[in-house]
């Protein structure tokens, strides 16, 4: 498992581009109303938090949440942009969620770094945090053109098909698109899709699959 607090400590951190991500920008320009008519929207990973301040600085507001307390620092100490917070926690435990609410969340860095084992508890861990109507808007890693290049992660690629399966039990796909920014390398990688959290369980999946 990688050691988040280590490579940030160290400063090993190449997936820290310095700005916020390019299809968030393209995303938010060309409507965006998943994230523009939002209460809250939590950007887990969040690293540094420049999604968090692209979203803050057009008068959303944004809550990061990271499991390393340096990156938490990092972003804490950037002057605010508007109204945005930031937390250090596990995604997958419900401490730091009390008493807080949301109804959207930006997707970017967690997905894909998270091990794939970890798949299904973030599927769940989504379900969890969103209520019925809220808008999972994601940017996910796709497998790699070349299938033979030979991949080890962090980031961890996935196909379009397996992150719809994935979600499938509480979220519908309702669009997507490749996106037409990205950061330099990673045109063509990267897949945006806005998931809508479903008003009752999809009725082909097994009631022990769902959320107790």
């Known amino acids: 498992m990688t050691d988040w607090e280590d490579r940030w400590q160290r400063n090993d951190t190449p997936?820290?581009?310095g700005y916020g991500a390019p299809p968030l920008s393209e995303f938010l320009d060309e409507a965006g109303v998943e994230l523009h008519q939002a209460r809250r929207v939590l950007v887990p990973g969040c690293g540094s938090?420049?999604?968090v301040r692209e979203l803050a600085g057009r008068g959303i507001g944004a809550t990061g949440l990271d499991l390393s307390e340096t990156a938490v620092a990092k972003a804490r100490a950037v002057p605010r942009v508007?109204?945005?917070d930031y937390l250090s926690g596990n995604l997958f435990e419900a401490d730091w969620r009390i008493g807080r609410e949301f109804d959207a969340v930006w997707e970017?860095?967690?997905f894909c770094a998270i091990d794939p084992?970890?798949?299904p508890a973030y599927a769940r861990a989504m379900a969890e945090i969103l209520p019925v109507g809220g808008h999972l808007v994601g940017l996910y890693?796709?497998?790699p053109w070349d299938p033979g290049e030979q991949e080890e992660g962090?980031?961890?690629a996935a196909t379009r098909e397996e992150i719809v399966e994935l979600l499938s039990p509480w979220f519908e796909l309702r669009k997507d698109r490749m996106p037409g920014r990205?950061?330099?390398g990673r045109e063509g990688r990267e897949w945006l899709a806005v998931f809508g959290r479903r008003n009752r369980p999809n009725p082909g999946v097994a009631e022990s699959d769902l959320l107790a």
């Open 108 to 110: 970017h860095t967690c």
């Open 154 to 156: 962090p980031p961890f």
């Open 82 to 84: 508007g109204h945005e």
């Open 117 to 119: 084992s970890l798949r």
């Open 49 to 51: 938090g420049h999604d």
């Open 182 to 184: 990205a950061y330099p």
């Open 141 to 143: 890693f796709l497998t």
């Open 15 to 17: 997936w820290d581009k």
